[in-house]
């Protein structure tokens, strides 16, 4: 017998974070995703990362399309909104909804065969408007609820279970947010707790188009020998570009990284994202040199994983459209509707 629902009780000795909360209430309900699924991986990390920064789940409003990715929303943050859209349709219900209540912290999380193909449009344009989100792809190459078939992420020359070579020129997601004007860009692996809990956290903490690609094996159908997206590839090609935390205000940061350069980000709500450099001359505030670096790293059949581009002077579509403070589903009649002479004023300046 399998149970879906998670016992209400928690012990009274578990810890609580500054808005006292334990990191069981951003929980959700029990996976029913295989068993070792990369994507649980993802979810718990995204728990940790609302937990750490003491986020009121209520002030979430999770979104998702279609496909084993989309299912995860079900699996963290039980008490935050949530909206399962229909296929490819996520990026323009989330910004329908942060142009309606920017209050809200937008968290997307789709899949590489949701978002890379039927989807694609939808991801260009929220990403070029610089819609305020964290956007998450898990990304494992492969349709796991249609039996494993190529997703358009998939590389040229990886084989499926059964052994047959995909012959199609894969679709870069990170080389497309850069191009479109992301100002927040990272990729990780699903199996890199330590990296991936602090890169959603800045994130979050970030205004504008924030895209993190997380490579997320499928157990089922594409982790085995010849395919890309599996634990072995991605641990044996991995070059991580940096280590990083987030830390809150300016707290000294206590975790313990490899020796390199120190460099310090300011976010737009005075945290910081503290970066330590590993590659030779990597700097994540250069996109042209970003994308030629990833260029040559892939060439090398290497996955870069980490902070890819960062723009510390980053906007995001309500600054754009020079919206009001207030959220616009709070506006009375008074302010939407202002009357005649107003629109008199406003036909006059067409004119």
């Given at each position: 017998?399998?149970?879906?629902?998670?016992?209400?009780?928690h012990?009274p000795?578990?810890?609580?974070?500054?808005?006292?909360?334990?990191?069981?209430?951003y929980?959700?309900?029990?996976?029913t995703?295989?068993?070792g699924?990369?994507?649980?991986?993802?979810?718990?990390?995204?728990v940790?990362?609302?937990?750490?920064?003491?986020?009121?789940?209520?002030?979430?409003?999770?979104l998702?399309?279609?496909?084993?990715?989309?299912?995860?929303p079900?699996y963290?943050?039980?008490?935050s909104?949530?909206f399962?859209?229909?296929?490819?349709?996520?990026?323009s219900?989330?910004t329908g909804?942060?142009?309606?209540?920017?209050e809200?912290?937008?968290?997307?999380v789709?899949g590489?065969g949701?978002?890379?193909?039927?989807?694609?449009?939808?991801?260009?344009h929220?990403?070029?408007?610089?819609?305020?989100?964290?956007?998450?792809?898990?990304n494992n190459?492969v349709?796991?609820l249609?039996?494993?078939?190529?997703?358009?992420t998939?590389?040229?020359g990886?084989?499926?279970?059964?052994?047959?070579?995909?012959?199609?020129?894969?679709?870069?997601?990170?080389?497309?947010?850069l191009?479109?004007?992301?100002?927040?860009?990272?990729?990780?692996?699903?199996?890199?707790?330590?990296q991936l809990?602090?890169?959603?956290?800045?994130?979050i903490?970030?205004?504008?188009?924030?895209?993190?690609?997380?490579?997320?094996?499928?157990?089922?159908?594409n982790?085995?020998?010849?395919s890309?997206?599996s634990?072995?590839?991605?641990?044996?090609?991995?070059?991580?570009?940096?280590r990083?935390?987030?830390?809150?205000g300016?707290?000294?940061?206590?975790?313990?990284?490899?020796?390199?350069?120190?460099?310090?980000?300011?976010q737009?709500?005075?945290?910081l994202?503290?970066?330590?450099?590993?590659?030779?001359?990597?700097?994540?505030t250069?996109?042209?040199?970003?994308?030629k670096?990833?260029?040559?790293?892939?060439?090398?059949?290497?996955v870069?994983?980490g902070l890819?581009?960062?723009?510390?002077a980053?906007?995001?579509?309500?600054?754009?459209?020079?919206t009001?403070?207030?959220p616009?589903?709070?506006?009375?009649?008074?302010?939407?509707?202002p009357?005649?002479?107003?629109?008199?004023?406003?036909?006059?300046?067409?004119?």
């Open positions: 017998m399998t149970y879906l629902a998670k016992p209400k009780l012990h000795t578990l810890a609580k974070n500054a808005v006292g909360y334990t990191r069981r209430d929980e959700g309900a029990i996976s995703l295989c068993a699924c990369g994507h649980d991986s993802i979810s718990a990390a995204i940790q990362a609302c937990w750490e920064l003491d986020i009121e789940p209520h002030r979430v409003a999770k998702s399309g279609i496909g084993c990715s989309s299912k995860t079900t963290f943050l039980g008490n909104h949530g399962n859209s229909v296929h490819g349709r996520m990026p219900v989330l909804a942060n142009l309606a209540n920017r809200l912290i937008y968290l997307g789709s590489d949701d978002s890379a193909s039927i989807g694609i449009g939808q991801f260009a929220s990403v070029r408007r610089g819609v305020n989100m964290v956007y998450i792809v898990e190459g349709y796991g249609t039996k494993g078939q190529f997703s358009a998939a590389d040229k990886s084989k499926s279970k059964r052994g047959v070579a995909n012959t199609d020129e894969p679709l870069d997601m990170i080389g497309m947010a191009l479109l004007g992301a100002t927040y860009v990272a990729r990780s692996f699903s199996g890199d707790k330590k809990v602090p890169l959603i956290s800045a994130a903490q970030h205004r504008g188009a924030a895209f993190i690609d997380v490579v997320s094996p499928c157990v089922a159908f982790n085995h020998p010849g890309t997206k634990y072995d590839y991605v641990r044996e090609h991995n070059e991580a570009v940096n990083l935390d987030f830390i809150e300016r707290d000294e940061i206590t975790a313990e990284y490899a020796p390199g350069q120190v460099v310090e980000v300011a737009h709500d005075g945290a994202l503290r970066l330590r450099k590993l590659a030779p001359d990597y700097d994540p250069d996109r042209i040199k970003v994308m670096y990833l260029q040559e790293r892939a060439a090398a059949g290497e870069v994983t890819l581009y960062l723009d510390p980053s906007s995001d579509l309500h600054e754009h459209l020079n009001v403070e207030a616009l589903n709070q506006l009375a009649e008074r302010e939407l509707c009357g005649s002479v107003m629109l008199d004023r406003i036909n006059a300046a067409l004119r």
